[in-house]
């Protein structure tokens, strides 16, 4: 290659190629969250609503989240231990008695789902706080099928209902509060409550830990309904 051809190349061709390399990695790296949020725009500009094993719904998929405006059924992961949130269309197994203090312990359940803290709750109609954690993360390849999982939390707004399915009842909550907090806090995890109380945590801005976003909801309802003798 001659000396002219070589500096072209360092000069000219060199940079494009890095510029190249480096839209198509934040591209990889920022496509699930552009995806997420192009969705919930177009979601809510159709006015879609996500409603819980609806026979006449249209089945889950990407081509129904995108494409149609018709009401869409989501049917839950399990029932043993899941959550899901129509308003954000999450649908998620959740990992029971996870530490929050053992790394590598939780980053392996996050794969699988999301992590209930091994400190915290099971859902029950008794006081006590179900602490329920997931990622929000840009570096799906390394985290696993639910690694972003809660990259829409933060649209939820007071008043939206979250279902936790455990031990075939379906536990439903309603949005209370929502707040970002510094770094890591421990206090939503060990607050006392005095009430059946749903905690959910991720990261915010997604694949930071800036801070946390902590959501709050409490129990409105348990189905099937309990059957009572006159």
């Known amino acids: 290659m001659s000396m002219k051809k070589l500096r072209r190349f360092y000069f000219f061709t060199l940079p494009k190629i890095l510029i ?9 790296a920022y496509g699930p969250i552009i995806k997420d949020e192009i969705w919930f725009a177009l979601k809510e500009a159709k006015s879609q609503v996500f409603v819980l094993e609806d026979p006449q719904a ?5 081509f129904a989240r995108f494409l149609t405006s018709k009401p ?15 308003r954000i269309g999450v649908n998620a197994p959740v990992i029971a ?27 029950s109609k008794e006081p006590g706080n179900v602490y329920l954690f ?3 993360s840009i570096n799906f390849w390394q985290l696993g099928n639910y690694a972003t ?23 439903v909550y309603k949005v209370v509060n929502k707040e970002y907090l510094k770094g890591w806090n421990t206090y939503p995890l060990t607050r006392p409550v005095i009430e059946p109380t749903l905690t959910l945590q991720t990261c915010d801005p997604p694949g930071t830990t800036i801070n946390r976003l902590v959501v709050t909801a ?3 309802d348990v189905l099937p309904k309990e059957e009572t003798l006159d």
Not at 20 to 27: D, S, T
Not at 58 to 62: A, F, G, I, L, M
Not at 100 to 110: F, G, I, P, Q, S
């Open 20 to 28: 190249l390399f480096g839209f198509l990695a934040l591209v990889l």
């Open 58 to 62: 249209q089945k889950d998929s990407v």
């Open 72 to 86: 869409i059924s989501i049917d839950p992961i399990n029932k043993d231990f899941s959550i899901v949130i129509e």
């Open 97 to 123: 008695d996870v530490s929050v203090t053992d790394e590598a312990a939780y980053n392996e359940a996050l794969k699988n789902g999301v992590a209930h803290a091994l400190t915290s709750n099971y859902p």
């Open 134 to 136: 997931a990622h929000a």
């Open 149 to 171: 999982v809660f990259n829409l939390l933060r649209k939820l707004d007071n008043g939206d209902k979250i279902h936790i399915f455990y031990d075939q009842k379906d536990y």
């Open 218 to 220: 409490i129990l409105v």
